[in-house]
């Protein structure tokens, strides 16, 4: 039996956002394309960390948790975006371009 230590670890959003991560790291990049590859990495990290922290900042009042909150859940909105637009750039990985449109859905919902 698993036990959510971390609020982080119950949405579907963070479990979504490390499976496209180990897609990202495990992709074959084009020779000469280094320099997407890790933005793409650092970005796929980015988006896992920001959904994690942002989960984790709601603590205290209810207002100052929505802002936390929100403000985690935006920034890795805009690292998925990142993402998407890399494998868009050399037309990689149509699969997880897909996740990544659902994890833009979930964040910008969450973000509100």
Known sequence: MHNNYFDFERLDVYR????????????????????????????????????????ERGRG??????????????????SAGEVFATLDILDLDTDSRGKLQRIGSMLSRLSR
Do not use: Y
């Open 61 to 78: 009042t209810k207002a100052a948790k929505s802002h936390r909150a929100a403000f985690g859940f935006r920034i890795a909105k805009g």
């Open 16 to 55: 979504l956002a490390v499976t496209v991560n180990r897609a990202v790291a495990t992709t074959h990049w084009p020779v000469g394309r280094s320099h997407l590859e890790d933005q793409a990495i650092r970005a796929a990290d980015s988006m896992v960390l920001n959904i994690a922290e942002g989960a």
